[in-house]
Nanobody, 121 residues
């Protein structure tokens, strides 16, 4: 019903930048909060940043001041601008969206396939 396609991951040197995008498609009545999570090898998945439909953001302390989350509601797209990347940012990054597919349905969460971000030192 709902599909998420992520892009923008890759290999970058420390101090560099990457921009991740997540495009949501399918049966959509309303998209609520959208967010980025990441999971490094041997570690739990953690919230990086999220943004409400009204534009309010939450940024993890570890990336505050370096990452910026944004969304384009007209295009159902979520973005994450990552600057001043550090080796500890290396992880698989996952897009997550809270979607209401019909006016009478409850809100459900959907995950993207993940995109690898590798930061070399």
């Amino acid at each position: 019903q709902v599909q998420l396609v992520e892009s923008g991951g890759g290999l970058v040197q420390a101090g560099g930048s990457l921009r991740l995008s997540c495009v949501v498609s399918g049966r959509i009545f309303k998209i609520n909060t959208m967010g980025w999570y990441r999971q490094a090898p041997g570690k739990q998945r953690e919230l990086v940043a999220d943004i409400t439909s009204g534009g309010s953001t939450k940024i993890a302390d570890s990336v505050k001041g370096r990452f910026t989350i944004s969304r384009d509601n007209a295009k159902n797209t979520l973005n994450l601008q990552m600057n001043s990347l550090k080796p500890e940012d290396t992880a698989v990054y996952y897009c997550n969206v809270l979607v209401q597919i019909t006016s009478w349905a409850s809100v459900n969460g959907y995950w993207g396939q993940g995109t690898q971000v590798t930061v070399s030192s």
